[in-house]
């Protein structure tokens, strides 16, 4: 049984410490307009303490971008380390203009919301360990160029993860809409696991130029689902080591 437990968080300064770790890990970030069910999946370019304000990367769809600048309310949701955060009723109190182009500057919320689902962990593996992953498409030409690609495990959970692929050749996802191997070997470890998996959703972020694709899981065998299983017991450990929102 999965167990939610939700809480909120008010103190400024660890407001503050969750948007810089979101900032570091790449994490991306949903925003949902209010009445409305346009979303826009962005990311935290700054966090200033001093101003309590955060700066998100600008909106690729014109509609929500027009929305947003003109201070229409939204909300924002993402995760941190298995912890699913959102934030009620923000909106940006200005637009600013950098050579990457379009920023939303948003005070920090009055509180935000964290849900820890135990029985869906999710852990980034940014300050953990560094995972190179190969992505095979059997479906593609011979000449596939993610296999050779300098991919690595962003970020992991029992059901899928989040895969950093360079710029070179991130184009090539739009190219798959059929199932993928992911193979990579086990931190600290010299077995390796291989995983068919379907990309799901993908983004490029041109100011870390690389691509974000996020993959599940699929027809996972009970052998494999078992050293999966073993995999997030020691990120889930290495990660509480690192942070707690206790």
């Known amino acids: 049984m999965e167990l939610n437990i939700e809480y909120k968080l008010k103190d400024t300064k660890r407001i503050q410490w969750l948007f810089t770790s979101l900032k570091n890990q790449h994490q991306l970030v949903t925003l949902s307009l209010a009445e409305s069910e346009q979303k826009e999946r962005t990311m935290i370019v700054d966090v200033s303490g001093k101003s309590s304000s955060v700066l998100l990367d600008g909106a690729i769809d014109r509609r929500v971008h027009d929305r947003i600048a003109s201070g229409h309310t939204f909300s924002l949701a993402t995760t941190y380390d298995g912890v699913d955060v959102r934030a009620e009723a923000v909106n ?66 029992a059901n899928g993860c989040l895969v950093s692929i360079s710029d070179s050749v991130g184009d090539a996802l739009e190219g798959v809409d059929c199932p993928v191997l992911l193979t990579f070997k086990l931190p600290e470890s010299d077995v390796s696991i291989s995983l068919l998996s379907q990309l799901r959703h993908s983004r490029y972020l041109e100011r870390s130029a690389i691509w974000l694709a996020g993959f599940e899981f699929v027809d996972v065998k009970a052998d494999v689902a078992k050293v999966v299983e073993r995999l997030m017991v020691v990120l889930q450990t290495a990660a509480r080591k690192r942070s707690r929102l206790d």
């Open 92 to 157: 940006a109190i200005e637009t600013v203009e950098d050579d990457k182009g379009i920023l939303y500057k948003v005070p920090f919320p009055e509180q935000l919301f964290y849900i820890q689902r135990r029985g869906s962990f999710r852990v980034s593996l940014a300050g953990l360990f560094k995972v190179p992953v190969i992505v095979e498409n059997h479906a593609a030409a011979a000449c596939n160029p993610l296999i050779n690609a300098d991919c690595l495990l962003s970020d992991m959970s």
